[in-house]
């Protein structure tokens, strides 16, 4: 009796095609719609990027260690705080292999975003049950939002990344699959380790987790407790790094002007928090023309997700709303959507602080597509019945779609918006540097002076473009020095300066006997972008400064109230903000002198007032400051040093008593700045009576 023989498959059929080659071709296409023109669009190389690289090097040269001496340090600072982390570590292979070069670094954050393309796609397949899951990875391509940032090599990328491989591996977990816990354990920590706001929203997630899940987790408590026991070990680095920066977080939080530092009350913090944690759930935010974010995190005017995907996105956001009391998955992509915010509230809603919402964006909207496609327009419409065709109008679309949006971008993009300047794209980067290194190769200059007033940041820029020998010949000097003083002069010693610095140029023209253009770097719109000038001062030239320089020193008057009286204020000249902004009680307002220092301030009543204590507001400063109060019982006078800090940028001057006060000399000298010809930050003067006023007499 012959056994029935079960057939043998072969090669072909053990490897699917019908399923792998829309998925291999669909991930390709993503990542080839990204290194694509990839100097050309975005049209900055942001300071932020240039730093992976540079603390990758720097990582490397230190051995391992961070800024006390740490093995494997847990985070990087990022210029002001600590908030790179994972990021520079994934640079170092990259660094090593290639050095600095753009594709390089933005390569490694493109290829990790094919992981976020990979989750989404495949919540497509293995929870929503969609055919043509494929489709997810070219629809998260073609929201404008990610299709921008992830030609970038800004950390959020690859923590939306991970972000959404640990979401869909939780997915798995609570489909049965409990293994999967330990992949979403790893995604989260990752995700936590990568960008700053992901610390409060990883944390957030994992409660809402835990609760909404809690029957289902003691079903797999011993699943559970080893991947409490993972996520322990995978804490560790953040304990030690509390340990070792322990004012991190408040020095963030300070220099992201969170209102969370601000002597508010809770009351006021906790109302600012839910408006904007409100506006980074706003449809209209990710959906409008218009959103309130800055023109280089923006594609033209197409909204952070695509108008055109709306639709689908409603649609899928309805219907998991419809499954969330029967289907886990439901419910987790609605926590994922509504926790996405809770980072970006602590600060500002911005789209980079809030891009985790677009992975649940990015579900629904492809189960809104999918369902469409494959279930309900064929019901009515019978040429989608026939098999193959559903496929090919979905590549036709997406890939459409995603061709269109990168034609447009390497074309017209580079003049959507025109602002190419510091408050703008911050636009030139490699075409500048690589301007001044052909200029170098010139036998004749001898220097090449290069403006920082067109980015954030042209130090790490200076560093990541330029060897060490062509740094010494590219100094980075400000075109107000240069007009203040006799640096350079000659045809041997260009100087690089933006429009603006043009334009002062012109206006200063009487210090120069001579100035010559050596070449114009246009913009992408064709306007003069970078000049490339040389010149020779005038003969007379240092007796102009010091007839500025004395103008500069004339004081100024104003009028205010103060403590509930007329006050006569006699200050030195700013050329930062108005003398009232240091009395409007808020912190966050600045003025500084235009060429003083030390700042000189005198304060006259026409009637005494009491005065127990001064607060100053000074920064990072370190500072002297004097104090000199006279009144009816006399002149009481004090010094006192700041060393500032961002957990210690006040200074508090307590008076021996509580004294009447006709006329407050205050005088702060900034001892990083020279004398007589610097300037001098405040944020903000409180004078204060704390002291009950004394009964008049009988």
Request: with cysteine.
């Amino acid at each position: 009796m012959n056994a029935r023989r079960k057939p043998r498959l072969g090669l072909r059929s053990r490897l699917r095609p019908r399923i792998a080659y829309p998925w291999v071709l669909a991930l390709l296409g993503y990542w080839a719609l990204r290194f694509v023109g990839l100097y050309h669009y975005p049209v900055y190389f942001f300071c932020d990027e240039a730093n992976q690289t540079l603390l990758a090097e720097q990582l490397l040269q230190r051995g391992f260690r961070g800024d006390q001496g740490e093995l494997l340090p847990t985070f990087f600072r990022n210029v002001y705080f600590y908030n790179l982390g994972v990021s520079v570590y994934l640079q170092i292979p990259a660094y090593v292999l290639f050095g600095k070069r753009i594709w390089a670094t933005r390569g490694v954050s493109i290829l990790v975003s094919g992981l976020a393309a990979w989750a989404v796609g495949r919540w497509a397949h293995a929870v929503d049950r969609h055919r043509h899951a494929w489709a997810g990875i070219l629809v998260l391509s073609a929201m404008p939002a990610w299709f921008l940032h992830s030609r970038t090599a800004f950390e959020v990328v690859e923590a939306v990344a991970f972000w959404a491989a640990s979401l869909y591996f939780y997915a798995r977990y609570r489909q049965g699959q409990a293994p999967a816990l330990y992949a979403a354990v790893l995604g989260a920590a990752l995700t936590f380790y990568t960008y700053s706001p992901a610390r409060a929203v990883v944390p957030a997630m994992a409660l809402g987790l835990l609760l909404l899940d809690a029957r289902y987790h003691w079903r797999h408590r011993t699943v559970v407790l080893r991947a409490l026991g993972l996520a322990a070990l995978l804490a560790l680095p953040y304990v030690r790094f509390a340990h070792l920066y322990p004012h991190s977080i408040h020095e963030h939080l300070y220099r992201l002007g969170s209102y969370w530092v601000e002597p508010l009350p809770l009351r006021d913090k906790l109302q600012r928090f839910g408006l904007r944690y409100l506006q980074g759930l706003d449809p209209r935010y990710w959906f409008g023309f218009h959103p309130r974010d800055l023109p280089r995190h923006q594609m033209d005017h197409w909204g952070h997700v695509g108008i055109w995907f709306a639709p689908f996105a409603l649609y899928g956001a309805l219907r998991a709303l419809r499954r969330a009391r029967s289907e886990p998955s439901a419910r987790l992509s609605w926590l994922a959507y509504g926790l996405a915010p809770v980072g970006a509230a602590l600060a500002d809603v911005a789209i980079t602080r809030v891009m985790f919402a677009l992975i649940p964006l990015a579900w629904w909207t492809t189960d809104g597509l999918l369902t469409l496609v494959e279930r309900d327009l064929p019901r009515a419409w019978t040429w989608l019945r026939v098999r193959g065709r559903q496929g090919r109008v979905l590549a036709f679309a997406l890939g459409g779609l995603n061709l269109g949006m990168l034609t447009l971008a390497l074309t017209v993009g580079p003049r959507w918006f025109t602002n190419y300047g510091l408050y703008g794209m911050q636009y030139g980067a490699p075409w500048v540097f690589w301007a001044i290194r052909d200029t170098l190769a010139d036998p004749n200059v001898a220097r090449v002076y290069l403006s920082p007033n067109w980015a954030n940041g042209v130090n790490l820029l200076h560093a990541y473009f330029l060897t060490p020998e062509e740094r010494a010949r590219v100094p980075i000097l400000g075109l107000g020095d240069a007009l203040q003083q006799r640096i350079f002069e000659g045809p041997h010693n260009l100087y690089v300066i933006t429009p603006e610095d043009w334009d002062t140029l012109q206006r200063e023209r009487r210090k120069f006997r001579h100035i010559e253009i050596a070449r114009i770097l246009p913009y992408p719109d064709g306007t003069p972008g970078f000049y490339f000038v040389w010149w020779e001062y005038a003969e007379d030239f240092e007796r102009m400064v010091e007839q500025e320089r004395a103008a500069l020193l004339e004081p100024q008057i104003a009028y205010l109230t103060l403590l509930g009286q007329p006050a006569t204020v006699e200050y030195a000249p700013l050329d930062m903000g108005q003398i009232a902004d240091a009395f409007d009680g808020n912190p966050n307002t600045l003025i500084r002198t235009a060429r003083a220092n030390p700042l000189r301030m005198r304060i006259q009543w026409d009637s005494p007032v009491w005065l127990t204590r001064v607060e100053l507001k000074l920064g990072g400063a370190e500072a002297l400051v004097h104090i000199r109060v006279e009144g009816p019982q006399g002149t009481y006078k004090t010094l006192a040093e700041h060393h500032g800090t961002p957990e210690n940028a006040w200074l508090r001057i307590d008076l021996p008593r509580r004294m009447p006060v006709q006329r407050l000399t205050l005088l702060i000298r900034d001892q990083f700045q020279l004398m007589d010809d610097g300037h001098v930050h405040l944020w903000e003067v409180q004078l204060q009576d704390t002291a009950t006023p004394s009964p008049p007499e009988p």
